[in-house]
């Protein structure tokens, strides 16, 4: 947790004045059970109803006071923890970003957005809570001992085990609900997994009908989950009872011994009243200080987590090198004995692929599923480096580029269509943010866009709703597709990227392509042989392996998987037309 405080800078002023006029606000309520004795021992002893008045008086100045401080302390408390989540919530954010596809694939998505909202959220309320209580109630406890002291050093004895009773109550419940919390926590990741997993795949779960299935497992992780919550509220429920049976116990045996006391002549019945009232002081803020602990103790398990991922650095560091020039005559990507294995996979997922893709070529990717096609093009945009072998793009290792220049030089049209709320145009400026209307336009023409948009009302003003639900598969994917040739890359990807076209579209799509793209290399990876059949070559993998590269009619003759496929989906009369 100590790593977190480094988010305070820049609140260091009001993360001190905080406690410190929290610390002025204990010191005025400390004043207030004197001043009730006084009342009592001569004012109302004495019927002096002017002193009476004069301290009532008094107990209202210290009250406005106590509020003034409590009031200050509570906004600068409130500012410095505000500061400091939306600090580490930021930086949380940085990071994420820097985490390569094998720490995203590791970590989960759930247990990310958890650690990004409630964990947070955990760690700040933390922070709240120890500037305003860490230093006043302690310092009240003591204050009210040492009171207590100068009025009655024998009766101080009651206080002293009253106060030892409570804070062992109180530690022993902290120490059995701690851990319950820890599995709350843990709880609430596999809730929100669940609840994720259902609002994404909505449409399938209801087209299986599988509502009540996913309701019961959902139901079942819930119940869970208030189970946990429930263990530790009934452990916690037994600690307001049991000290304010010891307080009560420590008043009677107050009234008692004090009774005595006073009959004696060495205690006043004023003094009385002032010891039960820091009695009352010291249980309340004994309280205070166990609700603190247990805030804190979430906040320390919260901190945890979000350490963890603060902690993990990322496999693939920004180079953060220069500009690099393509090299002369160097193709435009080259696999050099590439094999890949996913983090914690049993076996590779591509093995020893060697190609090369000149610029300005076409390149078609195919295979069955689960053959390595997206794999392929993820090794190309650098979302994974290669386990063993070298990836080169224009003659230099693909990790010797920096990010910011790899992306400039790579369009990815990736398999799920993703557009972002905001306008068509918003949407379109995403990889090159100073892209004039009839750049856009142009792209999307070549996407076959250009129709549908100009009959929307807004045309590039058009809104776009969250994930572009509010257009068809079809049309989301031929706007991702516009928008990765806005910035005019010198690598285009499409990762199946027109399974939602039809046959036509998907057909003036490729020509499309193939005469405004000049010089632009192009990916085109398809489960549709007609997709990749006029590409200058095709790469056909089966099981991790490249088993073809070479153009179609080649491989017809040549390649029994890429034959076997385009059987599959064409007539014999249709495969022989192309030979």
């Given amino acids: 947790m100590h790593k977190l405080l480094r988010y305070i800078k820049g609140y260091e002023k009001q993360a001190l004045l905080a406690p410190l006029f929290k610390m002025l606000e204990a010191c005025f309520e400390l004043f207030v059970p004197l001043v009730v004795a006084s009342i009592i021992d001569t004012g109302i002893k004495n019927a ?79 922070v709240n809570l120890t500037l305003r209580l860490l230093l006043r109630s302690p310092f009240i406890v003591l204050g009210a001992l040492i009171m207590a002291f100068s009025i009655s050093p024998h009766l101080t004895l009651l206080f002293v085990v009253a106060t030892v009773l409570i804070s062992l109550i109180i530690w022993l419940i902290m120490r059995a609900t701690v851990p319950i919390y820890h599995q709350a926590q843990n709880g609430l990741d596999r809730v929100t997994l669940l609840t994720r997993e259902n609002y994404v795949g909505a449409r399938v779960v209801r ?125 435009a990507v080259e696999f050099d004995h590439v094999t890949f294995t996913y983090q914690g996979a049993g076996g590779p997922s591509l093995t020893q ?21 997206t794999t392929l093009i993820d ?25 910011a220049q790899l992306r400039r030089m790579i369009g990815i049209v990736p398999q799920q269509a993703m557009l972002f709320t905001g306008t068509i145009r918003d949407n379109m400026r995403w990889a090159a943010p100073n892209a004039t209307d009839e750049e856009i336009w142009a792209a999307l023409e070549i996407a076959q866009a250009a129709d549908f948009v100009r009959s929307k009302p807004g045309m590039l003003d058009e809104p776009v709703e969250t994930a572009g639900r509010n257009f068809s598969g079809g049309q989301r994917q031929r706007l991702t597709i516009a928008r990765a040739l806005v910035p005019k890359p010198q690598i285009l990807i499409l990762d199946d990227s027109a399974s939602a076209l039809d046959f036509a579209t998907d057909a003036a799509l490729r020509k499309a392509l193939k005469e405004k793209t000049r010089g632009m290399t192009v990916f085109i990876v398809s489960q549709r042989a007609a997709s990749v059949q006029r590409a200058d070559h095709i790469l056909v993998l089966d099981d991790g392996a490249l088993v073809g590269d070479a153009p179609h009619a080649e491989l017809l003759r040549s390649c029994p998987v890429y034959k076997e496929i385009c059987l599959s989906q064409l007539s014999k009369e249709e495969v022989d037309k192309t030979l």
């Fill in 48 to 126: 002096d109803t002017v002193f009476i008045w004069q301290r009532c008086g008094l107990l209202v100045l210290l009250a406005v006071i106590g509020l003034t401080c409590s009031l200050t302390a509570q906004y600068f408390s409130a500012k410095a923890a505000l500061g400091f989540g939306t600090a580490l919530r930021k930086d949380l954010f940085r990071h994420i970003n820097t985490l390569s596809y094998s720490e995203l694939d590791g970590i989960g998505t759930p247990t990310l957005v958890t650690r990004m909202t409630s964990d947070i959220n955990q760690v700040q309320n933390g």
């Fill in 207 to 331: 087209a299986f009908a599988r509502q009540a299935d996913e309701l019961a497992a959902f139901v079942e992780t819930n119940d869970h989950l208030k189970a946990i919550q429930l263990k530790a509220g009934k452990i916690s429920a037994l600690m307001n009872p049991l000290t304010y049976l010891v307080v009560n116990l420590t008043v009677i045996a107050l009234l008692l011994f004090g009774g005595r006391e006073v009959d004696s002549g060495h205690l006043t019945q004023g003094e009385v009243i002032a010891l039960i009232n820091y009695m009352s002081q010291i249980l309340v803020n004994l309280l205070r200080v166990a609700d603190l602990v247990i805030s804190v103790t979430r906040a320390l398990a919260s901190g945890m987590r979000v350490n963890e991922i603060l902690n993990t650095p990322s496999s693939m560091p920004d180079p953060d090198a220069a500009e690099l020039g393509a090299v002369a005559g160097s193709a």
């Fill in 379 to 403: 090794l190309v945009a650098r979302f994974y480096d290669a386990s063993e072998g070298v990836v080169r793009l224009f003659g230099h290792d693909v990790k010797e580029y920096s990010f």
């Fill in 353 to 373: 692929i060697d190609f090369t893709a000149r610029p300005g070529e076409t390149v078609g990717v195919i295979g069955g599923t689960g053959s390595g096609k």
